[in-house]
């Protein structure tokens, strides 16, 4: 296994060395492969980002992650900060390093988790409005001009965050890619609300710029605006103005204006830029935002549902009725000799029968949180490998239609 | 990795595909070494039977035991038959198949957990004597001549087992080890008591035998008597009467005693058949009994500790009084960069820092149980390497001096 690892000690080098190259783009839509070279390696995009939000992808370690293939773990500013601390982190030999996988990484601003500890608890949003809650909690937090001051979820403990602080922690932590602090607005918002929230995120992302003090990470401006076409295509604009990579924020809570959001947002920044789409996710939306011209994704869907006891199947046996996913605990797994998929040729469906994995799961036997994430990260690795591949040989939309139809 | 596997669907084989051969024995002590060959493979002795009660050793996959380099793995009968079912286990290709271990495997014979539903719950003593509860619970068994009615644990069913029953189950199993049906006398029986346990046990020792229908197990007598003198070696002779390997019941019970009963049974017992001391257990338990002509061992101590954060370490580091074990979940491992064990050499200790271990245990992160078990069962595995060395380079003692004094 050649090791991805150049130079995990490089420490505010003066050079630049994160940069992005389309490779192909297709023609009948605005789908696109390319690579983004990082100290750490290469992420072939488009891509899907491994969730690990303390460090850890759950229940696989680093080589793990080699062995599945992936190209980028993204991890959780807010969560590390609290635990162990970037400080840590950063004695440890970084993110990279310190979790034996040696290669690319990402880190988030934190803004998500001042969203989830803020107006989502005061609001009754979760991460997807249809998950909607009538429950209505006090916020954690305090948002104000500065920052916000918020208590931590593990003791309660006083915390600030803001635009300097989440860079600097971003920083300690080393990931080579990382994004601008921003303030999330609730899909609840009127219009007034969310150009209030875009305005103070706009002033974040310019200190966010401003504090950046390492030159080996590429940072991520992050778009908002709500499903406001006039404010998505404002912070688009304004993003494209001050950063050489976007993030898009917020859309993935509105799914049923997710891909206007998504439309507007990439026609109003220049095509050469790599662009993330934060916390997406199903199978069906990855394929449409691919088509709408995004490089990079990440989602707890595969690592989450893992845990439920769901593994992800290639079609026809997967499909977008099932969500491409299947439930090991029902009773007609209980004495099969399959694989999880017949079709997948990762080290669980080499090695374990459903029949096995199904005892395991009833049993609440550690070992299948390992071997359902392990598959299913798989399955997202394989199919962000045809998209490109599909890309590359000008059949994207073909693929598409396979898995969709 | 050459895979141990030779032929897993050897079924009802008239040939007797098990044997056992002492290689060197030590001048000074009875600790011998030696080979038990299975048609799964070898069995270096002495050695250590990684536990994995429920058909998974907790945590760890097939290529996981493989790399640590353990020679067995035995799983509890019980627990197999009444989740997932002896017929799925046989379907799936057998226990070892089935975890995709493919080594040589032992099951139990189902007592322990007659007593542990039984006369445990009424005198309220468990694993040890020390840890003797004052908490008195009905007993979930009814014991007669004929076998064990009982309840599941799981569902409570009624269930009934017998030395029949124990046999076709562990048949279906496909264990090359296996071990004849018993009751497991109490650590607080009087004389007549315990007389009266073991004249059951004599008579379920023999169904068990009559009830064998494959000839490529090999069947375990188990030696009982408690702390009595006379009864262990009346146990001990049965038992060499009637059996070409031979374990050792209920004295891990009674730890005050048990060299003691270790010593009566060994003397008793053909010096050429194998011998297995079961539920056992601690490093200096091991030197000692090793040193008593013991060839193998199983306890969970290794793998459940690790999931309370206990990871073992070599001497000096470890020693007698600490248990070889240190606390990863002590503030001191926070930042720490150190492996868990600096005479280590196993995978975890090669990638990974008690830092971030401490990280991972802290977050209740999963794979901080799969490092910690991979290690602990890495540690014995090692243990047992240098005393079959040391054995056959005729410095046993020395060893057990360096690890004990």
């Given at each position: ?47 899907f980002?491994a969730v ?247 989602c707890v869907i595969p690592t989450r549902v893992a845990?439920?006891?769901w593994?992800f ?60 994430t392990?598959h299913n990260l798989f399955f997202y ?25």
């Amino acid at each position: 296994m050649p090791s991805r690892h150049t130079d995990p000690d490089i420490m505010h080098s003066m050079r630049k060395t994160v940069s992005f190259a389309i490779k192909v783009k297709d023609k009948s839509t605005s789908a696109r492969t390319g690579q983004i070279k990082t100290p750490h390696g290469i992420v072939r995009t488009p891509n899907f980002c491994a969730v690990g939000t303390q460090g850890s992808v759950k229940a696989l370690d680093g080589q793990d992650l080699q062995n599945i293939g992936l190209d980028i773990v993204l991890a959780n500013t807010y969560h590390l900060h609290i635990r162990p601390g970037e400080k840590v982190v950063q004695k440890l030999g970084g993110l990279a390093k310190m979790m034996n996988w040696n290669g690319p990484t990402m880190t988030d601003s934190g803004g998500f988790q001042v969203f989830s500890l803020g107006i989502a608890l005061e609001q009754g949003v979760g991460k997807l409005l249809k998950e909607e809650s009538t429950q209505r909690k006090p916020r954690l937090n305090k948002i104000t001009q500065e920052g916000v001051y918020f208590q931590s979820h593990l003791d309660g403990a006083k915390l600030f965050l803001s635009p300097e602080k989440s860079i600097e922690i971003q920083e300690a932590l080393g990931a080579d890619l990382i994004i601008a602090f921003d303030d999330l607005e609730s899909p609840k918002y009127s219009y007034k609300e969310t150009l209030q929230s875009l305005e103070l995120t706009e002033k974040w992302l310019v200190r966010s710029k401003n504090a950046q003090k390492r030159h080996d990470q590429l940072l991520y401006g992050v778009t908002h605006g709500g499903k406001y076409e006039d404010l998505r295509i404002k912070s688009a604009k304004f993003n494209d103005l001050h950063f050489d990579a976007i993030a898009l924020g917020g859309a993935h809570l509105d799914k049923k204006n997710m891909y206007d959001v998504v439309r507007w947002t990439v026609e109003n920044v220049a095509d050469a830029k790599p662009k993330h789409m934060l916390g997406v996710g199903e199978i069906d939306d990855i394929f449409n935002i691919v088509e709408l011209g995004i490089d990079t994704f990440d989602c707890v869907i595969p690592t989450r549902v893992a845990r439920m006891g769901w593994f992800f199947v290639n079609p026809p046996e997967g499909n977008k009725k099932n969500r491409f996913r299947k439930d090991i605990s029902k009773s007609l797994n209980s004495a099969s000799k399959d694989p999880l998929d017949k079709k997948c040729t990762c080290m669980v469906c080499l090695s374990y029968t459903k029949g096995y994995i199904h005892h395991l799961f009833k049993a609440r036997e550690l070992l299948v949180y390992r071997l359902l994430t392990y598959h299913n990260l798989f399955f997202y690795k394989t199919l962000m490998e045809q998209i490109r591949e599909s890309i590359e040989q000008r059949r994207f939309l073909k693929l598409k239609d396979k898995w969709l139809s």
